[in-house]
């Protein structure tokens, strides 16, 4: 009996201490999140985006944060890639105004240039802009590394059959279907390409287990431009 006691005791201790890290964990995702909330915002409106989508693609590349490296180089809350980062004048990555201008200035040209297809779009941000062109066309793509992309000429219709960039694709979508995206009530955006629904408050983790994806690696970016 006391035997049993001690491992329920130690079996609630255990989940108590789960809980607290839970709570303190979700506390500092959200305090990151309000602390870039006005550069999103601003830079949404700038280029006259949706601020929800770079809401999205923050949370799941650095979950906000602004120190994040990746094992392939992506840099900052946006984890921009030096060549990418160098299209667009990005000198400090790691600063989260500047950072997440330039993105909002790339996911404007990636809208532009797929027609205004959010996923393609957010596919591109993820795989590259060559990967979603060769995929849409069936025509291979050598990169600079001699490495081809779509050896085999696939057409998908643009998204590339990777795992994880179709997660990557579904996670934001739905994020935007669920209006479960930023740390505040109301989008301060108007919507755009379709997209009609009213903002409220985030609940990330539901789109996570909905869609079984968990950016836990520093960034999502894929080498493939």
């Known amino acids: 009996m006391v035997h049993r006691i001690l491992c329920l005791t130690l079996m609630l201790i255990s989940v108590i201490a789960t809980v607290a890290a839970q709570e303190r964990h979700d506390r500092t995702l959200r305090e990151r999140a309000i602390r870039l909330e006005p550069f999103i915002v601003a830079a949404a409106m700038r280029y006259g985006i949706d601020a929800r989508i ?6 799941i590349e650095s979950r906000y944060r602004v120190n994040v490296i990746s094992p392939k180089g992506a840099r900052g809350p946006m984890q921009f890639m030096p060549d990418t980062a160098a299209r667009y004048g990005l000198r400090e990555p790691h600063n989260p105004e500047q950072a997440i201008d330039a993105a909002a200035r790339y ?20 795989a ?7 995929f849409m066309t069936g025509k291979p793509l ?3 590394t001699g490495r081809i992309v779509n050896a085999r000429g696939v057409v998908t219709g643009g998204i590339p059959p990777y795992l994880e960039t179709q997660r990557y694709v579904r996670f934001v979508l739905t994020l ?17 390409f379709g997209i009609s629904r009213d903002l409220t408050l985030d609940a990330f983790d ?3 287990r909905s869609q079984k994806f968990s950016p ?3 960034s999502s970016f894929i080498e493939v431009q």
């Open 54 to 59: 770079l809401r999205a693609i923050c949370f």
């Open 128 to 134: 590259g802009e060559g990967a979603v062109n060769s």
């Open 107 to 126: 996911f404007r040209d990636l809208l532009r240039k797929f027609s205004g297809r959010v996923d393609l779009a957010v596919a591109a941000y993820n």
């Open 142 to 144: 050598i990169l600079s």
């Open 216 to 218: 836990r690696r520093a």
């Open 206 to 208: 539901v789109a996570e």
């Open 176 to 192: 935007l279907s669920n209006n479960v995206i930023g740390p505040v009530e109301k989008s301060d955006v108007p919507l755009r």
